[in-house]
Structures are given as C-alpha cells and as structure tokens.
C-alpha cells in the first residue's frame, strides 16, 4: 500500500483500493458466503422461509453422495453424481493438456520465431473469433461436427467413412479446447516473450538438441505462464455450461448440468447451491494438489 501511495497519490491509491475492495466483495466474497449459506438450508416453500422448519442442515451435500441412483466405475457401484463429478474432473484434465500441447509450440513460435512485425497481426487472426458469443461458437462447431454435417462431408470427398463425432465426450472436448485454448496461449507467451534468447542461441553453441533446450531452458523459465494457463484452463472447462449443453451427447453430462438441472428444472436452489459450492471446492483442492505434484506455487500463478 505504501508503494501504490508513494507512486499514484494518497487520492489514487484510495480509488484503486476501493475498486479493489469492492470487485472482491461485491463479485466473490458475497456471492459465496450466500452460495454457502443457502446450501446449508432446507428446501423449504417460500411461506415457510424464516419459520422453525428453515435450519441449517447438510442433507443437501449428503444427497450428492446419495447411494439411491449407481453407476459401476472402477469395479465399484459409486453415486450417479460422484460419477458425474469425477467425470467432468477428468474431461477437463484433459481439455487442459490437449490445450498445453496446442498452446505451447504456437506461443512459442508467435515470441521466439515469428517476425515482430507480423506478431499483431497474428495475434489479431487469434483473437477474432472471440469477437463472437461462446453460445454462436458452440453452435457452429455443432454443424461442423454433425453426421451431416462439413467434416463428413469432407471425408466423403476422400472416399472416407462418415464418422460420429458427437458422441461421448469427443464434442464438448473439441468445444471445450477451441474456446479456452486462448486462455493457455496468452500467459505462455507473455512467459516465453520475457526469455532471453541468447541463453536459447548459447544452448544451440553448446551442441544441445532442440527438446534439450525446451526442457532445460524454455520450459522451466514459463513455468508460472504454463501453471497460470492450466489454473484457468481447468477451472473454466469444468464449470462451462454452454458447451457441453450444447455439444455433448446422449451418454455423457458435465457436472454443471446437474447444477443446472437442480435450480432451474427442480427449483431447489439449495441442492443446487451445495452442487456448485462442492464443484469449486473440491476443483480448488484438486489444483491445489495438481500443483505441489508438479512444485509449482501460488506465486509462479500470481506472476
């Protein structure tokens, strides 16, 4: 705080703290203590809110373990919504690494190999399909990927069999890495950019190959952009709603749809509340394990 003073003012520094206080308040801490408060209630009919019947109770977290619906995973019978959960972790994991590895080799070439000239107006090219809605986006990579649709169509041009691409998982994962993959491109490249590239040409002196010095040189030096683009990459995929909505299949759910299912379907906000209140805690302690397995910390993320 001292330093913010010293550099914009008593009166800036106010404003920018104030700001600060309030996006964190009024965006993060408010709306989850509510989030929490609301799961620990009973799912009550609104004449009966406040009456002696509205007590905290924990049989909205103990419906997600709830042994009434199965299903078999690994040689054992586990909660339909447990199977879900696990699921959905595992799904995103992977829309983590395909990222990783799509992001990786393109942020490299855009800070160490293309010209500096033509860096815009890459970056420009990258960024214009965000330009539209995530729902319009989702919906096209539907059509694309139909039995009927350009891709197979496409493979028909080549004497190749129609595939279908919309089940499983394989639809709200292509969904799922197109629409973040940005979000693991930009911290690795702004990483990779800050890299002096004589270390990479005094490697290349030394006779090192070109894994030899991704490894020694390039990887460990990103490292917090790669631990920054993992972090969001994860967290954003298991609680997307739009895509998997609209690009899964019959035989798979994403644990947000459950959520969804709860509130707006059932209207029983409360399990609702406990769901989305167990999606963030236990994404939260799964990054937080994921990252003391890789030695990453808290501050290579904050950088």
Request: aromatic residues 16%; neutral net charge.
């Amino acid at each position: 705080m001292r330093e913010l003073v010293r550099r914009y003012g008593l009166t800036l520094a106010a404003v920018f703290a104030g700001l600060t206080a309030f996006w964190l308040l009024a965006l993060v801490v408010f709306p989850y203590f509510f989030l929490a408060e609301t799961s620990f209630r009973h799912y009550l009919p609104v004449d009966q809110l406040g009456g002696p019947n509205d007590t905290f109770t924990l049989s909205n977290y103990l419906t997600f373990v709830s042994s009434s619906s199965t299903t078999p995973f690994l040689f054992l019978n586990v909660p339909i919504h447990v199977y879900i959960f696990i699921e959905t972790v595992l799904f995103s994991s992977v829309v983590t690494i395909i990222t990783f590895s799509l992001a990786y080799p393109l942020a490299y070439f855009l800070a160490k190999v293309a010209n500096v000239k033509t860096v815009p107006t890459l970056f420009l090219l990258l960024l214009i399909p965000l330009w539209v809605s995530e729902i319009l986006r989702s919906f096209a990579w539907y059509i694309i990927l139909s039995y009927q649709g350009p891709l197979n169509a496409l493979l028909g041009v080549f004497g190749l069999h129609q595939v279908r691409w919309l089940t499983a998982y394989n639809g709200v994962i292509v969904g799922l890495v197109y629409t973040y993959v940005l979000f693991m491109l930009f911290p690795i490249y702004n990483a990779i950019s800050t890299l002096d590239t004589n270390q990479i040409e005094a490697a290349q002196d030394m006779g090192a190959r070109w894994w030899q010095i991704h490894r020694r040189i390039i990887l460990p030096h990103s490292k917090p952009g790669v631990a920054s683009g993992c972090v969001m990459v994860f967290m954003l995929s298991a609680g997307s709603i739009i895509v998997p909505s609209l690009l899964a299949s019959p035989s798979s759910r994403w644990f947000t749809e459950v959520i969804q299912q709860w509130m707006f379907e059932s209207q029983d906000w409360n399990t609702g509340s406990a769901y989305a209140f167990l999606l963030l805690l236990i994404c939260t302690i799964f990054v937080s394990v994921m990252m003391r397995l890789f030695k990453v910390r808290l501050a290579d993320i904050a950088q």
